[in-house]
């Protein structure tokens, strides 16, 4: 799992069929919420990240893009984006399943799903802020805004 102050893990995910998403993407233009959850379509998940679509203009007023993972395909997360009317980027950790949370050191192999686990990533690609939850605890998304305005 990268320390904060580690280089973030390089991901590069499909949003849909035809988009994918990196982490490269964002890289000198704006920081990086990554929001890891373990299934959509489940309370706890769209509560989470309901707080975030909500509180998104605030992170917008600090150059942050919130971008949400899930091992579900990327039909699932687009249909859970809609829904919700959800804000930021719903990528697929689907194939190579889990890839992405594995990469950040965060898949739960008994449940096939990553747990709960936000990473805030800078401009540079740094880790600046971490909280890791397993899939049955939940993350106080308050914490998310305050270390996203002390990036400056």
Request: aromatic letters at 10%; hydrophobic letters at 40%; proline letters at 3%.
């Amino acid at each position: 799992m990268p320390a904060i102050g580690d280089e973030a893990p390089h991901f590069s995910l499909p949003e849909t069929g035809d988009t994918r998403v990196s982490l490269a993407d964002f890289r000198g233009r704006r920081n990086v919420l990554l929001v890891f959850h373990p299934f959509s379509f489940t309370a706890t998940c769209e509560s989470e990240m309901c707080e975030l679509r909500d509180a998104a203009d605030g992170y917008d007023d600090h150059d942050t893009d919130i971008v949400s993972v899930s091992c579900d395909a990327w039909l699932v997360r687009q249909a859970w984006k809609r829904a919700i009317e959800g804000r930021g980027r719903y990528l697929s950790d689907f194939w190579p399943h889990g890839e992405a949370a594995r990469a950040y050191g965060i898949f739960d192999e008994r449940r096939g799903a990553a747990k709960r686990a936000t990473f805030l990533i800078d401009k540079g690609g740094v880790v600046r802020f971490r909280v890791v939850q397993e899939i049955d605890g939940r993350r106080d998304a308050g914490e998310y805004l305050a270390a996203v305005a002390a990036l400056g």
